[in-house]
Every structure is written in structure tokens, then in C-alpha cells.
């Protein structure tokens, strides 16, 4: 009989993936790191036994985070990113040319050096791209003494447990704001708000005490079971209102060729259903 792993994450509810075969698993200084092969999803990274990315999905998640606020935004020059360990963050991120230089604030060197070596196709080269400095640190502590000037910041960190959750703080949104530039955009992970809710609530809370424009958009990730996953949105400026057709004319500039984002799913992704909405302050 196979093995499976049960992710530990909610108290009423749970997903197992089948391991085909455990490639790695060890403690690193900071939380517990598993790799193993699965049928559907290819390789797929646990901390502390919660998926965090699979080789088969990871697209979405990392698209919707990227292409949404860079293309928004439209002139992004410089691009901090919080946690990202896996490298996956950092690859949509520097397919865009436009992008000059790229901070990456992970806590834990132990899951970049994993990552190079076990999960190559995460990264993609992203490592070695001149533009980006990575910086090994709690992402909290950075952004307090960051000088800014950020025109996107994303928040690619675990749930809020652990070394994570210092990043779904009110203090940690108040100097990630302080850290963008005037029209600049924050964008975070916010889980599943159908078993997260409280979670989305929290950040939209302090979000809509910071910023003119503060929402969240979704996307469905089949590793992250439970509904679409929630992405906070922050800005002051205008980006959330960018034209169907401008935000066409720049992805097509990108050259990119993303498997899931469209500028039609972008602007369909602010969409929110009624459980969602309510969780809105
Ligand atoms: N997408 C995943 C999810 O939602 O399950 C998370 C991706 S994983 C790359 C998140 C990364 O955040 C991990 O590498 C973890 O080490 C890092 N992280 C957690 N707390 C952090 C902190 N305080 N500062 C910087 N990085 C942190």
C-alpha cells in the first residue's frame, strides 16, 4: 500500500497526497521540510507538513501574485518580495524586463538551498539572475529599517503560524505601506477564505485603514484545498482600474506566456463572491 501525507492545517477538515516516493525530509533551523513525488503534482514541499508549493500547480499561485500587481502597476521598476523561498515568486517576477532589481526577504536559508537543489524548475534559474539581491532575514525585521521606495511588494509567506506570522501583522502592513512607492502595491497571501476567514478579515481590516484602495482578488489552486485562495490588495493609487485594453497592451509586451493568467482572469479575479465580501470590513 502507497504512503500518504495528511496536511495538518485546519482542526475540521484536511487533504492527503499520495507519496510516490520521499525525496527528502529533514528539520531545518526554522520548521520541518519534506519533498516527495506525487502522481498529479510532480514534487511537491511541505513545511511543518502544510503544501507550500507542487511542481504542477505552483503557476497559479505564483502568476496571480506577480502579473497582477506588475501589469496593474505598469511601470514596476522595483520589486520586493517577502519569504519565497522556493524561488517560484522570484521567476514570474524577473520574466518581466521592465524590472530592474528585485529584493527577496527569506527567513530561511535552509529552503532556498533545498530548493536549488530539489525543486530546480521552481526557481528556474531565478537565483542567478543579476537583478535579484536575496537577503536572508526575518521579512518583519527588514521591512522596520527598509528605506523603500518599492513600486510592488509581495507577501509570499506561510500560513500565520510560525516564523509567518509576524507577516500578517498590523505593524508588518504599516511598514510595508511605508515601503512602497506613492502609487506603489502590496499584494499577500491570505489563504482559503472559506477555512480562513478570520485571516482574510484581519488583513482587510488593517489594510482598509491604510490604503485609498484595499481588496483582495482569488484564484483557485488545487493544492490549497478548501475554495479559492484570497490575495490582499493595497495601493493608493489607481492600478486596480487599469483598462482591459492598456492591461492587454502590456502583457503583451511582457512576451510572456503564463498558463494561467489572462488580463481577462485578472480583472475577473477582483470579482468576490458573497461569503467572501462579507468578510470585508
Ligand atoms: N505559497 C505558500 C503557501 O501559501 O502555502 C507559501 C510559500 S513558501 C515559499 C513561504 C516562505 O515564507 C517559506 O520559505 C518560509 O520560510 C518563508 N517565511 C516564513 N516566515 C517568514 C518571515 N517572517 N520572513 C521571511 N520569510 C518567511
Redesign the pocket.
Known amino acids: 500500500m502507497s504512503d500518504w501525507i495528511r496536511e495538518s492545517l485546519h482542526p475540521d477538515y484536511a487533504q492527503s497526497l499520495r507519496v510516490d516516493e520521499m525525496l527528502y525530509d529533514s528539520k531545518t533551523d526554522?520548521?520541518r521540510l519534506k519533498v516527495f513525488q506525487n502522481g498529479t503534482f510532480g514534487r511537491v514541499l511541505t513545511?511543518d507538513d502544510?503544501?507550500?508549493?507542487t511542481e504542477g500547480d505552483n503557476f497559479i499561485?505564483h502568476e496571480m501574485l506577480t502579473h497582477v500587481p506588475i501589469l496593474a502597476h505598469g511601470a514596476a521598476k522595483r520589486v520586493l518580495i517577502?519569504?519565497?523561498?522556493?524561488g517560484g515568486m522570484a521567476r514570474e517576477v524577473l520574466r518581466h524586463d521592465t524590472v530592474e532589481h528585485v529584493t527577496m526577504?527569506?527567513?530561511?536559508a535552509g529552503?532556498v538551498d533545498f530548493s536549488k537543489e530539489y525543486l530546480p524548475m521552481l526557481s528556474a534559474g531565478a537565483f542567478d539572475d543579476p537583478r535579484l539581491d536575496l537577503v536572508i532575514a526575518?521579512?518583519?525585521e527588514f521591512i522596520r529599517h527598509t528605506e523603500g521606495g518599492y513600486d510592488v511588494i509581495t507577501v509570499?509567506?506561510?500560513?500565520p503560524i510560525g516564523?509567518?506570522e509576524?507577516?500578517f501583522s498590523d505593524t508588518f502592513y504599516g511598514h510595508a505601506k511605508r515601503a512602497l512607492t506613492e502609487d506603489g502595491v502590496l499584494v499577500t497571501?491570505n489563504g482559503v477564505p472559506f477555512l480562513q476567514g478570520q485571516e482574510l478579515h484581519n488583513t482587510m481590516r488593517a489594510f482598509t485603514a491604510l490604503f485609498v484602495d484595499a481588496t483582495c482578488y482569488l484564484a483557485t489552486i488545487p493544492t490549497?484545498a478548501g475554495g479559492p485562495m484570497a490575495f490582499g490588495w493595497g495601493t493608493d493609487g489607481l492600478a486596480r482600474s487599469t483598462p482591459l485594453e492598456v492591461l492587454q497592451g502590456r502583457f503583451d509586451a511582457t512576451g510572456i506566456t503564463p498558463g494561467y493568467y489572462t488580463p481577462q482572469v485578472h480583472q475577473a479575479a477582483f470579482a468576490l463572491p458573497g461569503y467572501v465580501t462579507k468578510l470585508l470590513p
Do not use: F, N
Not at 105 to 108: K, L, P, T
Not at 156 to 159: A, E, G, L
Open positions: 526554522h520548521q513545511l502544510v503544501v507550500q508549493t499561485y517577502i519569504g519565497g523561498g522556493d526577504v527569506e527567513i530561511d529552503v526575518d521579512g518583519a509570499d509567506s506561510t500560513d516564523p509567518g509576524v507577516l497571501q490549497y
